[in-house]
């Protein structure tokens, strides 16, 4: 019987950015969502890469890199292809996917934790901006 390597947990930097690039190597090519990143937002992956770095490092283990306000961008995006509650449930699939995939503990688990609310969050103001437009 052949046993798995024990997985760690998401510990610093590197371990975001393995996360980070892993998740989107399953974006981009995914059929209900990575055709918003690649036609619609038409993201400059050199830029955006570095900031989901300072995003999720500010998130998960309290680094202060991270400074924007990514709420509006997507409310913009909105405005150019309706974000639908299928497309933020994808997201979610896939990073919770990429977290199981790579790490597990306390904060894998945070991550998740982080991406449940982010998204639910994200949903919810992209409505109520609709209602105000």
Do not use: C
């Given at each position: 019987?052949?046993?798995?390597?024990?997985?760690?947990?998401?510990?610093?930097?590197?371990?975001?950015?393995?996360?980070?690039?892993?998740?989107?190597?399953?974006?981009?090519?995914?059929?209900?969502?990575?055709?918003?990143?690649?036609?619609?937002?038409?993201?400059?992956?050199?830029?955006?890469?570095?900031?989901?770095?300072?995003?999720?490092?500010?998130?998960?283990?309290?680094?202060?890199?991270?400074y924007g306000?990514?709420?509006?961008?997507?409310?913009?995006?909105?405005?150019?292809?309706?974000?639908?509650?299928e497309h933020?449930?994808?997201?979610?699939?896939?990073?919770?996917?990429?977290?199981?995939?790579?790490?597990?503990?306390?904060?894998?688990?945070?991550?998740?934790?982080?991406?449940?609310?982010?998204?639910g969050i994200?949903?919810?103001?992209?409505?109520?901006?609709?209602?105000?437009?």
């Amino acid at each position: 019987m052949e046993l798995k390597p024990k997985k760690k947990d998401i510990q610093n930097l590197d371990d975001i950015k393995k996360l980070v690039n892993n998740f989107y190597v399953k974006v981009v090519p995914d059929e209900l969502i990575g055709w918003i990143f690649e036609d619609i937002a038409q993201t400059d992956w050199t830029h955006h890469l570095p900031k989901m770095y300072d995003f999720w490092e500010s998130m998960l283990l309290g680094a202060n890199s991270y400074y924007g306000n990514p709420m509006i961008r997507h409310i913009e995006l909105d405005k150019e292809a309706r974000l639908l509650p299928e497309h933020f449930a994808r997201w979610k699939e896939l990073f919770f996917e990429t977290v199981d995939e790579y790490f597990e503990g306390p904060i894998g688990l945070k991550a998740k934790e982080r991406a449940e609310s982010i998204a639910g969050i994200m949903e919810n103001k992209i409505k109520l901006n609709r209602q105000v437009d």
